[in-house]
């Protein structure tokens, strides 16, 4: 009898483990196409606490408020953090060979675009295309004129993936996220952001 539920217990913990790995892999992304903050646009609280940590930004108050920090920074950083204009958030990738740095920005709080201006994705190799509904598209268009020069933030679960200098107008209604980690990470962001696109 204890051999038939130790069984039992085994194959209950096997669906369980099973059906929450199913789950993690098709939640949905959140995502968000956001302008770069200047820094004079950045609360002077948000300034003081990143200098108290020995976070300093370009002296120019117009510049992009981009900057390197450590994930141990970061997050004493965000547990002390509140602001209602703005976010802080971090790349997923490391800037030095010591891979302890990461580039961070402080982003406008509402995307310029979203998951709704979204109609479908594909990924190729390393990359993920993003190809916008008729909305988004126009969106696009909108903030690659405004920000030519200028660097936007794609984020993906409150995470950078690639923050792309903008160089012309783009009337394609297409992007991308390129140099991701591997053809995995594409895969699985092309799906997670299809499964959360609401046709």
Same mark, same amino acid.
């Given at each position: ?14 669906? =369980?483990?099973?059906? %929450?790995?199913?789950?993690? !892999?098709?939640? /949905? ?8 903050? #200047? ?11 990143? /200098?108290?940590? !020995?976070?300093?930004?370009? /002296? !120019? ?12 920074? *970061? ?11 703005? &976010? ?7 800037? $030095?060979?010591? #891979? /302890? ?15 709704? $201006?979204?109609?479908?994705? @594909? ?9 916008? @509904?008729?909305?988004?598209? &126009?969106?696009?268009? $909108? ?14 679960? !409150?995470?950078? *993936? %690639? ?7 783009? &009337? =394609? ?8 980690? $591997? ?8 799906? &997670?952001? @299809? ?5």
């Amino acid at each position: 009898m204890k051999t038939i539920n130790w069984i039992l217990t085994c194959m209950i913990l096997y669906i =369980s483990t099973a059906f %929450t790995s199913a789950n993690l !892999n098709a939640q /949905k992304a959140t995502f968000g196409i956001y302008e770069i903050a #200047k820094i004079v646009e950045v609360p002077n609280s948000l300034i003081n606490l990143l /200098k108290t940590n !020995n976070i300093q930004f370009n /002296k !120019n108050a117009q510049s992009q408020a981009i900057g390197y920090l450590s994930a141990e920074e *970061y997050a004493k950083i965000c547990m002390n953090l509140s602001v209602d204009n703005v &976010r802080f958030i971090k790349s997923t990738y490391t800037v $030095d060979n010591s #891979k /302890k740095n990461f580039e961070f920005a402080i982003v406008k709080y509402i995307p310029a675009i979203s998951v709704s $201006d979204i109609q479908s994705t @594909n990924n190729k190799g390393n990359n993920v295309e993003i190809y916008f @509904n008729l909305k988004g598209a &126009r969106k696009w268009a $909108d903030l690659t004129k405004n920000n030519i020069g200028k660097i936007v933030a794609f984020v993906i679960d !409150n995470q950078i *993936y %690639t923050i792309p200098v903008i160089q012309l107008e783009i &009337r =394609s209604g297409e992007a991308i996220i390129n140099g991701l980690k $591997d053809e995995k990470t594409a895969e699985s962001i092309s799906s &997670r952001l @299809n499964s959360a696109i609401q046709k």
